[in-house]
């Protein structure tokens, strides 16, 4: 196996993958609120055992799932003007 490829003996890169961001972040998001949910109710335990902390690390990503969905919905929505324009 060689480490190191001449430019000419390259192949061409591949095109890359389509993937639909919305799905994975949404997904992400869900779960963290199923965790929320599950830290609310485990609450006292929590706060007994001095991991009250993890209910505020759900409400963070949760919160930063939102932020990245709003991100990729308007990318989607640029990239969509560009493309109905040109």
């Known amino acids: 196996m060689r480490l190191w490829l001449a430019e000419s003996e390259r192949r061409p890169d591949p095109a890359p993958a389509r993937a639909d ?3 994975a972040v949404l997904a992400g998001t869900a779960l963290w609120l199923v ?3 599950v830290c609310l109710l485990l609450r006292d ?5 001095g991991l009250e902390w993890l209910i ?3 409400v963070a990503g949760a919160a930063l799932g939102v932020i990245a969905l709003v991100v990729v919905l308007a990318i989607r929505r640029r ?6 324009s040109s």
């Open 21 to 23: 961001a919305r799905k």
């Open 35 to 37: 965790a929320l949910a």
């Open 45 to 49: 335990a929590l706060a007994s055992a």
């Open 56 to 58: 505020w690390a759900c």
């Open 79 to 84: 990239a969509a003007r560009q493309s109905s």
